[in-house]
């Protein structure tokens, strides 16, 4: 029997949330999981089963659209969902963190042009992490989108185009967010 992660919210809302992602992914997930993970295949139909209950929205202020609930909600969610399968907890994390970075950091222009189209989401977020003889892309050139990391993400250069990495920078955006140690 799973475990009821919404037992231990107090928040009555929160834990109807929980309680009904919890439903869904015994319902909608754990029966075609294991075909797409042996598949590799990406879940659109549970991806939208996800953005129907209005999870990609879950960080995201009210007065961009989103639900602004508590992490201890978004916890609970994404509990619920790795125990039907991982990465849909994947999917989700990295659309929330970025989401939640832009309603924390972002200029009001740039919360504006983003969140409302992270709630549907008209647009998903996702991260690279790149670091010196590591990362995701070319040795000894981590901030570019070469052949090897095309092969590696399946993707072919017409897709991938012109785009790279900004450090810590959303478009139109001149001021470096980056805390860390300076680029040589």
């Known amino acids: 029997m799973a475990r009821d992660y919404a037992a231990d919210i107090t928040d009555p809302i929160a834990q109807e949330i929980v309680s009904n992602v919890g439903v869904w992914v015994d319902r909608e997930v754990k029966p075609v999981a294991m075909e797409y993970e042996h598949a590799d295949q990406f879940p659109d139909p549970l991806v939208k089963g996800m953005s129907e209950m209005g999870l990609f929205g879950i960080k995201i202020p009210e007065a961009y659209g989103g639900l602004d609930l508590s992490f201890e909600c978004y916890a609970g969610v994404c509990m619920e969902l790795a125990r039907g399968w991982m990465s849909l907890a994947g999917i989700i994390n990295t659309h929330v963190l970025v989401g939640y970075a832009i309603s924390e950091y972002g200029t009001e222009e740039q919360k504006?042009?983003?969140?409302?189209?992270?709630?549907?989401?008209?647009?998903?977020?996702?991260?690279?992490?790149?670091?010196?003889?590591?990362?995701?892309?070319?040795?000894?050139?981590?901030?570019?989108?070469?052949?090897?990391?095309?092969?590696?993400?399946?993707?072919?250069?017409?897709?991938?185009?012109?785009?790279?990495?900004?450090?810590?920078?959303?478009?139109?955006?001149?001021?470096?967010?980056?805390?860390?140690?300076?680029?040589?």
Do not use: F
């Open 112 to 184: 504006q042009k983003y969140l409302p189209k992270l709630v549907e989401p008209e647009i998903r977020c996702a991260l690279t992490i790149t670091e010196p003889d590591a990362g995701s892309g070319r040795p000894g050139d981590q901030n570019d989108r070469g052949p090897r990391w095309r092969r590696l993400h399946h993707q072919r250069p017409e897709d991938v185009g012109d785009q790279r990495p900004a450090r810590g920078r959303l478009p139109g955006d001149d001021q470096d967010r980056h805390h860390g140690e300076p680029e040589a």
